[in-house]
Every structure is written in structure tokens, then in C-alpha cells.
């Protein structure tokens, strides 16, 4: 990346045990973040076996993940989710499709995870019927697509330890703290 122009954040790298590193072209306004192994946020979320599945992006469900994985979702992540679910139809595959049937299987294990994704998904909901920016025929598309989602992933069965945790709730807290990288 060096040799690209790019200058590392080492302190992200440091701070992070060397599982994300940020690279800056700051004259060009381009921010790269890389993470290795996994993404980790609020929840981690494997790359195991995935990269391969999409070109030349991540898959689009982890895509989405990225976004509804945060617990303090910011506005800049609504826009973003709103876009790939404008953009893209939920299946049960990958490939320019988001795999809702992978998002609902990696919910079904995790209760945390399912906490976040779907008080995410009904506030993407509700925030894109606000946006004036939005048709009428794209924030019915949002709402359809959210009701989907949600759907899916309240059908999927639930893993034992989904079960249990699910009993204490709200009353533990389920996600990791996460500073946003300036």
C-alpha cells in the first residue's frame, strides 16, 4: 500500500493486535480499511470461506452486516443500508444478491447479533420513510425489503445457546463498545 501512495495509521493497527489496518491517500480523500480474518465491530463476523463467493467486493451480505452489525448506528450507515437494499434483491444466494438466508443463518446462533441486526433493520425502516430524497415507490421497496429480512430471520431456527441467551435479554448488554476511526 506504501508503494501506492497510501500512509498506514499504525495506531489502528497497534490498538487493533493487528486484525484491522487503515491506509489514507488524504490528497485524494481515500480511506481503506482492511481487516484480517474477521470483521469486528460491535460482533465479529468471520471471513472464513467468503471472500471467494463475491467480485471485487466483499459479499453483499457481509456488506450489510458491516452496516447493521453497529449497536449506536450512525446516519451515514442508514444511507448506506437503504442503498444496498435499494440496489440489491435479498435471495438465498450470493452474487449480486444480498444472502439474506446466510444473514439469517449467522442470527440464529447469535443472539447478539440478532439483537443488533434487527433493531437496526426496523430503525432503516422507519428513518427512509423521512428521507424527502426517497420516492414514494423506493421507500415502499425499502419497507418491503426490511419486512422480508426481518421475516427471514425470525424463521430461521434457533441454536440452543440463541435460546438461552435470549432469555436474559436486554438485561446483560450483547455487543462490544466500538470508537468510530477518525
Given amino acids: 500500500m506504501s508503494r501506492l501512495g497510501y500512509e498506514e495509521n499504525r495506531e489502528v493497527f497497534i490498538v487493533s493486535e493487528g486484525e484491522r489496518a487503515i491506509f489514507e491517500r488524504p490528497e485524494i480523500g481515500i480511506h481503506i480499511d482492511v481487516f484480517y480474518e474477521k470483521l469486528a465491530f460491535c460482533h465479529v463476523i468471520y471471513w472464513n470461506n467468503r ?3 463475491d467480485h471485487p467486493s466483499i459479499p453483499l ?5 458491516e452496516k447493521l452489525q453497529i449497536v449506536q448506528i450512525n446516519e451515514k450507515d442508514i444511507i448506506d443500508t437503504i442503498m444496498l437494499l435499494l440496489e440489491h434483491p435479498l435471495g438465498d444466494k450470493d452474487l ?3 444472502n439474506i438466508k446466510y444473514i439469517s443463518g449467522l442470527c440464529a446462533t447469535d443472539w447478539g447479533l440478532w439483537r443488533t441486526t434487527t433493531m437496526n433493520l426496523s430503525k432503516v425502516q422507519q428513518l427512509a420513510q423521512g428521507y ?3 420516492s414514494r415507490e423506493q421507500k415502499e421497496l425499502i419497507d418491503a425489503q426490511v419486512k422480508t429480512a426481518l421475516a427471514r430471520i425470525e424463521k ?4 440452543l445457546p440463541w435460546r438461552l441467551r435470549a432469555r436474559v435479554g436486554d ?7 466500538v470508537d468510530e476511526v477518525q
Fill in 156 to 159: 430461521e431456527p434457533k441454536s
Fill in 132 to 134: 424527502t430524497q426517497l
Fill in 51 to 53: 471472500l471467494e463467493v
Fill in 96 to 98: 449480486e444478491t444480498i
Fill in 171 to 177: 438485561r446483560v448488554k450483547w455487543y462490544r463498545e
Fill in 61 to 65: 451480505a457481509e456488506m450489510l452486516l
